[in-house]
């Protein structure tokens, strides 16, 4: 059975910093991508940003460019979300999601049907 934990959420004054987790199980981690996706009330889900291992590559949207980073620890199965410089609308509950072309999917702000996802995590930035 596939699952993804994220981890790392809470509530932060704008301007700060979080690191979230992903650890992973059940999956051949090389095999996929691993992304983080977000929704804030009301608002569609979005693509933060993706890592495929297999590729070496890494992706952001664009009001995430320059703040975020992305990393995988391969030997624990764990992707990170640093988050630093953190805005109010930043706040959203952040899904970590795991495909083996999911960065491709996420640049044409496309979801894989058959993607895996985690159960969420809120990230709460006051101003």
């Known amino acids: 059975e596939v699952q993804l934990v994220e981890s790392g959420g809470g509530l932060v004054q704008a301007a700060g910093s979080l690191r979230l987790s992903c650890a992973a199980s059940g999956l051949t981690f090389d095999d996929y991508a691993i992304g983080w996706f977000r929704q804030a009330p009301g608002k569609e889900r979005e693509g933060v940003s993706c890592i495929s291992s297999r590729y070496g590559s890494t992706s952001y949207t664009n009001s995430v460019k320059g703040r975020f980073s992305i990393s995988a620890e391969n030997a624990k199965n764990t992707v990170y979300l640093q988050m630093n410089s953190l805005k109010p609308e930043d706040t959203a509950v952040y899904y970590c999601?795991?495909?083996?072309?999911?960065?491709?999917?996420?640049?044409?702000?496309?979801?894989?049907?058959?993607?895996?996802w985690g159960q969420g995590t809120q990230v709460t930035v006051s101003s």
């Open positions: 999601a795991a495909h083996p072309n999911l960065c491709e999917y996420m640049v044409n702000s496309l979801f894989p049907s058959d993607a895996y």
